[in-house]
C-alpha cells in the first residue's frame, strides 16, 4: 500500500487567491520515504513569488480592504468555516502527507483533527482582543488599542505539517493580519490542499498565500522581505538564528521561534516500571523521533534501572514497522535520505563512544527511510549522543541516584523545550518541575499539546510562544491613547 492512490490536485503557488506557477516556472520533486517514488512535481518558488505574495498580503490588509473591514464575528466565522472542512477532507489531508513524510495515516488523521480543534480555539479568540483603559495621575484619559501587525510571514517543518500550519495560521488570523506561508520543501502539498479550502471557506484574495520552495531561496527572502512586519518559524536553531540575523539586517521585523531540543524525562523509583516504560517509549519514538519535544534523554532512578532497560527493549522489540497505510504500523519511515543518514551516523557515535547498543541500530529493508527502534543503555551526559538533537527512533537511557543530581544534568544543555518527570512522590514533582529550565514540562505524562496552554522554550529551543492567548501577543501591537480632559468637563 506504500504506493497508494492519492489523487494531488494543488502543485502550484497559492497567491490572491489562485493556484498559479512559478515565476521561473521551476518545479521540484516530492518523494515518498516509503519507496523513494516520486509524488508529484511541485512548483518551486523563489524571492521573485515570494514579492508577489508579500504584494497581494499587503493589498489585503490595506485600510479599506474586504479583510480589514470584517467584522471580529466574520473572522471568526471563517475559521470555523476552514475548520469545518479540514474535518471534511481529513482522510485527504492525512494521505497526502503520509505521502510526502511517512507519517501512519491515522496519526496523520489524528493531526488534522487537531488542528481543526486549534483553528476553533482561535476563531473564538476574535472578540475577545481588546485594549484597557486605565488612570493617569494627569487626569487624562488613557486608553490601548490591540492592532494587527500586519503581513506575517511564516515559515513550518514537515514533521507536524497541518498542525504547524494551525499554530501560525490561528492567532495570525483571529489579530486580523494577512500571511505568506512557507511549507517545508518536503511536505508542501497537504498545505496547499488546506490552501485550496481556505478559498472554499470564503477567506478574500490576499489574505492566505503559500510560496513552496527551499529555505534558501524562499524562505530567506520571505525573513528578509522589508514589508513583512512579523515571522514565525519552526525549525533547527542554526536556521533561527539566520532568521534572526536577516530581521536585523532588513526591518527588524519581529521574530518569534519554536526551535530544537533535548529533552530529559526523570523517571523515579516509586513508579510502576512497565507503566513508566510505556510512557518513555512512546515520548521518544513517536513519529519516529522525528518531534522537537522527544523526550531524548530518558533519566531512570539506579534502583529500577536494569528492569526499565529490560521493559523498554521488549517494547521496542514489538514496534511495528512498515506501509504508513496499514492500520496497525506503529512507525514509518524517516522523512528523507538525508535525515536517514543523520540518525544513522549518530547511532554509530553512539556505539563508537562507549553506549550499549541494547537493541536495534539498523536500516530496516532495502528502500525506503526506516531505521529499527534503537535503544542505548549506559549512556553518559558527556555522550554525542546525549548532547545533540538526534531527531530519529534512538533512546538514550541514563542513570541517576538523586533528584539534586537529575536536576542539574537535566538543566546542562543549551535546549529549554520541554522536560518530564514520572513519580508518586508530589514534592519531587514540584521541585522538579520547578527547578527544571524548560517552556514545557509534564508530570505523570508526557507531550500533552493544547490549544489552550503556551508550548515555547527556553534558551536556545525559542523565542516568544505559540498556542493559548501568549500567540496571539505576537501578531499584536499595542497602541496607547491619550486624550486631554476638559477641566470644566
Same mark, same amino acid.
Not at 475559521?79 to 489531508?93: F, G, S, T, V, Y
Not at 498545505?191 to 530567506?220: D, H, R
Given at each position: 500500500?506504500?504506493?497508494?492512490?492519492?489523487?494531488?490536485?494543488?502543485?502550484?503557488?497559492?497567491?490572491?487567491?489562485?493556484?498559479?506557477?512559478?515565476?521561473?516556472?521551476?518545479?521540484?520533486?516530492?518523494?515518498?520515504?516509503?519507496?523513494?517514488?516520486?509524488?508529484?512535481?511541485?512548483?518551486?518558488?523563489?524571492?521573485? /513569488?515570494? @514579492?508577489?505574495?508579500?504584494?497581494?498580503?499587503?493589498?489585503?490588509?490595506?485600510?479599506?480592504?474586504? =479583510?480589514?473591514?470584517?467584522?471580529?464575528?466574520?473572522?471568526? !466565522?471563517?475559521?470555523?468555516?476552514?475548520? @469545518?472542512?479540514?474535518?471534511?477532507?481529513?482522510?485527504?489531508?492525512?494521505?497526502?502527507?503520509?505521502?510526502?513524510?511517512?507519517?501512519?495515516?491515522?496519526?496523520?488523521?489524528?493531526?488534522?483533527?487537531?488542528?481543526?480543534?486549534?483553528?476553533?480555539?482561535?476563531?473564538? =479568540?476574535?472578540? #475577545?482582543?481588546?485594549?484597557?483603559?486605565?488612570?493617569? @495621575?494627569?487626569?487624562?484619559?488613557?486608553?490601548?488599542?490591540?492592532?494587527?501587525?500586519?503581513?506575517?510571514?511564516?515559515?513550518?517543518?514537515?514533521?507536524?505539517?497541518?498542525?504547524?500550519?494551525?499554530?501560525? =495560521?490561528?492567532?495570525?488570523?483571529?489579530?486580523?493580519?494577512?500571511?505568506?506561508?512557507?511549507?517545508?520543501?518536503?511536505?508542501?502539498?497537504?498545505?496547499?490542499?488546506?490552501?485550496?479550502?481556505?478559498?472554499?471557506?470564503?477567506?478574500?484574495?490576499?489574505?492566505?498565500?503559500?510560496?513552496?520552495?527551499? $529555505?534558501?531561496?524562499?524562505?530567506?527572502?520571505? !525573513?528578509?522581505?522589508? /514589508?513583512?512586519?512579523?515571522?514565525?518559524?519552526? $525549525?533547527?536553531?542554526?536556521?533561527?538564528?539566520?532568521?534572526?540575523?536577516?530581521?536585523?539586517?532588513?526591518?527588524?521585523?519581529?521574530?518569534?521561534?519554536?526551535? $530544537?531540543?533535548?529533552?530529559?524525562?526523570?523517571?523515579?523509583?516509586?513508579?510502576?516500571?512497565?507503566?513508566?516504560?510505556?510512557?518513555?517509549?512512546?515520548?521518544?519514538?513517536?513519529?519516529?523521533?522525528?518531534?522537537?519535544?522527544?523526550?531524548?534523554?530518558?533519566?531512570?532512578?539506579?534502583?529500577?534501572?536494569?528492569?526499565?532497560?529490560?521493559?523498554?527493549?521488549?517494547? !521496542?522489540?514489538?514496534?511495528?514497522?512498515? /506501509?504508513?497505510?496499514?492500520?496497525?504500523?506503529?512507525?514509518?519511515?524517516?522523512?528523507?535520505? +538525508?535525515?536517514? @543518514?543523520?540518525?544513522? #551516523?549518530?547511532?554509530?557515535?553512539?556505539?563508537?563512544?562507549?553506549?550499549?547498543?541494547?537493541?536495534?541500530?539498523?536500516?530496516?529493508?532495502?528502500?525506503?527511510?526506516?531505521?529499527?527502534?534503537?535503544?542505548?543503555?549506559?549512556?553518559?551526559?558527556?555522550?554525542?549522543?546525549?548532547?545533540?538533537?538526534?531527531?530519529?527512533?534512538?533512546?538514550?537511557?541514563?542513570?541517576?541516584?538523586?533528584? +539534586?543530581?537529575?536536576?542539574?544534568?537535566?538543566?546542562?544543555?543549551?535546549?529549554?523545550?520541554?522536560?518530564?518527570?514520572?513519580?508518586?512522590?508530589?514534592?519531587?514533582?514540584? #521541585?522538579?518541575?520547578?527547578?527544571?529550565?524548560?517552556?514545557?514540562? =509534564?508530570?505523570?505524562?508526557?507531550?500533552?499539546?493544547?490549544?489552550?496552554?503556551?508550548?515555547?522554550?527556553?534558551?536556545?529551543?525559542?523565542?516568544?510562544?505559540?498556542? $493559548?492567548?501568549?500567540?496571539?501577543?505576537?501578531?499584536? +501591537?499595542?497602541?496607547?491613547?491619550?486624550?486631554?480632559?476638559?477641566?470644566?468637563?
Amino acid at each position: 500500500m506504500a504506493n497508494q492512490k492519492v489523487e494531488i490536485k494543488y502543485k502550484q503557488l497559492f497567491i490572491n487567491n489562485e493556484f498559479v506557477d512559478s515565476v521561473s516556472g521551476k518545479t521540484f520533486t516530492s518523494i515518498n520515504p516509503v519507496d523513494e517514488s516520486v509524488v508529484a512535481e511541485v512548483a518551486e518558488g523563489d524571492k521573485a /513569488d515570494v @514579492d508577489k505574495a508579500v504584494m497581494a498580503a499587503q493589498a489585503a490588509f490595506a485600510r479599506g480592504s474586504e =479583510w480589514r473591514n470584517l467584522q471580529p464575528a466574520q473572522r471568526a !466565522a471563517l475559521l470555523n468555516k476552514l475548520a @469545518d472542512l479540514a474535518e471534511r477532507d481529513a482522510q485527504q489531508i492525512a494521505s497526502i502527507q503520509t505521502l510526502e513524510n511517512g507519517k501512519p495515516f491515522l496519526h496523520a488523521v489524528g493531526e488534522t483533527r487537531m488542528a481543526a480543534g486549534i483553528l476553533r480555539y482561535y476563531a473564538g =479568540w476574535c472578540d #475577545k482582543i481588546h485594549g484597557q483603559t486605565m488612570p493617569t @495621575d494627569d487626569g487624562s484619559l488613557v486608553m490601548t488599542r490591540k492592532e494587527p501587525v500586519g503581513v506575517a510571514g511564516q515559515i513550518t517543518p514537515w514533521n507536524f505539517p497541518v498542525i504547524l500550519l494551525a499554530f501560525k =495560521w490561528g492567532p495570525a488570523l483571529a489579530a486580523g493580519c494577512t500571511l505568506v506561508l512557507k511549507p517545508a520543501e518536503q511536505t508542501p502539498l497537504c498545505n496547499l490542499y488546506i490552501a485550496a479550502l481556505t478559498k472554499e471557506a470564503g477567506f478574500p484574495p490576499g489574505v492566505i498565500n503559500i510560496v513552496t520552495g527551499y $529555505g534558501p531561496t524562499a524562505g530567506a527572502a520571505l !525573513a528578509e522581505h522589508p /514589508d513583512v512586519s512579523k515571522i514565525a518559524f519552526t $525549525g533547527s536553531v542554526e536556521v533561527g538564528k539566520k532568521i534572526m540575523v536577516a530581521s536585523g539586517n532588513s526591518n527588524l521585523k519581529r521574530v518569534s521561534l519554536e526551535l $530544537g531540543g533535548k529533552s530529559p524525562l526523570v523517571i523515579f523509583d516509586d513508579v510502576d516500571v512497565d507503566e513508566a516504560a510505556q510512557k518513555a517509549h512512546d515520548a521518544i519514538f513517536n513519529n519516529a523521533g522525528q518531534l522537537c519535544f522527544a523526550a531524548s534523554r530518558t533519566y531512570v532512578h539506579s534502583k529500577i534501572y536494569e528492569e526499565f532497560v529490560k521493559k523498554s527493549k521488549e517494547l !521496542a522489540l514489538k514496534r511495528k514497522l512498515g /506501509d504508513p497505510f496499514d492500520g496497525s504500523t506503529d512507525q514509518g519511515p524517516q522523512v528523507e535520505k +538525508e535525515i536517514f @543518514d543523520r540518525v544513522i #551516523k549518530y547511532i554509530e557515535i553512539g556505539k563508537k563512544e562507549g553506549a550499549t547498543l541494547v537493541t536495534g541500530g539498523e536500516r530496516l529493508g532495502q528502500r525506503g527511510f526506516f531505521i529499527q527502534p534503537t535503544i542505548f543503555a549506559d549512556v553518559k551526559d558527556e555522550m554525542t549522543i546525549a548532547k545533540e538533537e538526534i531527531f530519529g527512533p534512538v533512546q538514550s537511557i541514563l542513570k541517576f541516584d538523586s533528584i +539534586e543530581d537529575v536536576i542539574k544534568r537535566a538543566n546542562k544543555t543549551t535546549y529549554g523545550l520541554a522536560a518530564g518527570v514520572l513519580t508518586n512522590d508530589i514534592n519531587k514533582a514540584i #521541585k522538579f518541575a520547578q527547578s527544571v529550565e524548560s517552556g514545557n514540562v =509534564w508530570v505523570n505524562h508526557y507531550g500533552a499539546v493544547t490549544p489552550q496552554a503556551p508550548f515555547g522554550g527556553y534558551k536556545q529551543s525559542g523565542i516568544g510562544r505559540e498556542l $493559548g492567548a501568549e500567540a496571539l501577543d505576537q501578531y499584536l +501591537e499595542t497602541k496607547t491613547i491619550s486624550i486631554k480632559v476638559s477641566s470644566n468637563y
